[in-house]
């Protein structure tokens, strides 16, 4: 028998056993936790002999956050970070995307984060900083270097209750713009926990997904 209650209020709450973390749209199954805040500098104003404000000056907006994953080897998040950018690449040249990849550099990944800017722009990286071919590994005798802070503008999916992100469906989610990840640590202690990884990062903006308005019936 249904009750009242059910029938006025139609709750869905969330937990974090139903969320799904994604970077760059690839799945990364391995996040066992995800926070972040948005840092509003908005200052507010006094006129003369005012206890109270009189106004709030506008002020410069950031997102800072971070998320755990299970260590599961050397580069893993980084690896799950590039495979996103290659696939969604390669997805937008298949649709009829632009197969032109001039070189870019930071002031113009500033202005233009598209994936093919993205992936130019960590090529231009490696020829810069590093040799990573097989050849140079070798002579080197050390693997090659991964480092995800050089990775830019990448994008966090936070997707409830599936991985879809379908209009018109009843699901919602954030995302979170313009990512860069500017750290990470790991703590290892002797023990039967399990290691964990954490990645710092601060991001643009955020945009909320779908879902339906759960304020329309309170």
């Known amino acids: 028998m249904t009750s009242r209650s059910q029938q006025l209020y139609d709750y869905s709450y969330h937990s974090g056993a139903n969320i799904t973390i994604s970077i760059n749209d690839n799945s990364l199954l391995d996040c066992v936790g995800i926070s972040y805040n948005v840092i509003d500098s908005k200052t507010p104003v006094y006129g003369y002999n005012s206890r109270l404000f009189d106004a709030v000056a506008p002020g410069q907006k950031i997102i800072q956050g971070s998320f755990v994953v299970n260590y599961m080897g050397p580069?893993?998040?980084?690896?799950v970070m590039e495979e996103g950018i290659r696939s969604t690449a390669?997805?937008?040249l298949a649709a009829g995307g632009s197969q032109s990849?001039?070189?870019t550099n930071q002031s113009t990944l500033s202005q233009d984060?598209?994936?093919d800017n993205i992936l130019a722009y960590m090529q231009q990286q490696r020829a810069t900083y590093w040799d990573d071919s097989p050849a140079a590994a070798t002579a080197a005798q050390e693997p090659p270097i991964k480092d995800v802070t050089l990775v830019p503008t990448s994008t966090i999916q936070i997707i409830f209750d599936g991985m879809t992100?379908?209009?018109g469906k009843n699901i919602g989610g954030i995302e979170l713009y313009g990512v860069y990840i500017i750290g990470h640590?790991?703590?290892i202690?002797?023990?039967e926990n399990v290691l964990l990884e954490e990645y710092n990062f601060f991001a643009r903006t955020l945009r909320e997904l779908g879902g339906k308005d759960f304020?329309?019936?309170r």
């Open 165 to 167: 992100r379908s209009p």
């Open 215 to 217: 304020n329309k019936n």
């Open 185 to 187: 640590g790991q703590t």
């Open 90 to 92: 390669a997805s937008s």
């Open 113 to 115: 984060g598209s994936y």
């Open 189 to 191: 202690q002797i023990s």
């Open 75 to 79: 580069n893993y998040v980084y690896n």
């Open 101 to 103: 990849r001039q070189p």
